[in-house]
């Protein structure tokens, strides 16, 4: 079954960037929507950002305008361009990836990665 491995977290001052990485272990599936989603220490995981087979994207309302989601179809890699980072960004992040072996949306299912932490300190 295809893996998913995070990388690019790190710790970095209120302000600064870093570029979020998620590198699938095989590519040989279709992949519909791509999440990017986090969790801050002592509280539940929630949802960043995610991008579609369209290419559309979403955003949580504390993150728009700062973080940017994007995909390469042909790879199956997800990414996430993250600016201005503030301290409240603080999480471990994780993708996850709606795929299907059989190219079939309706026989689909969920991967996630193992996350990757991101630190700010103000």
């Known amino acids: 079954q295809v893996q998913l491995q995070e990388s690019g977290g790190g710790s970095v001052q209120s302000g600064g960037s870093l570029i979020l990485s998620c590198i699938p272990s095989e590519v040989n599936y279709c992949v519909y929507d791509m999440t990017w989603d986090r969790q801050a220490p002592g509280k539940e995981r929630e949802f960043v950002s995610n991008?579609?087979?369209?290419?559309?994207?979403r955003y949580s309302q504390s993150v728009k305008g700062r973080l940017t989601i994007s995909r390469d179809n042909i790879k199956n890699r997800l990414y996430l361009r993250m600016n201005n980072l503030q301290p409240e960004d603080t999480a471990t992040y994780y993708c996850?990836?709606?795929?299907?072996?059989?190219?079939?949306?309706?026989?689909?299912?969920?991967?996630w990665g193992q996350g990757t932490l991101v630190t700010v300190s103000s």
């Open positions: 991008i579609d087979a369209e290419m559309k994207e």
């Open positions: 996850k990836y709606a795929i299907s072996p059989e190219c079939n949306p309706n026989r689909g299912f969920d991967v």
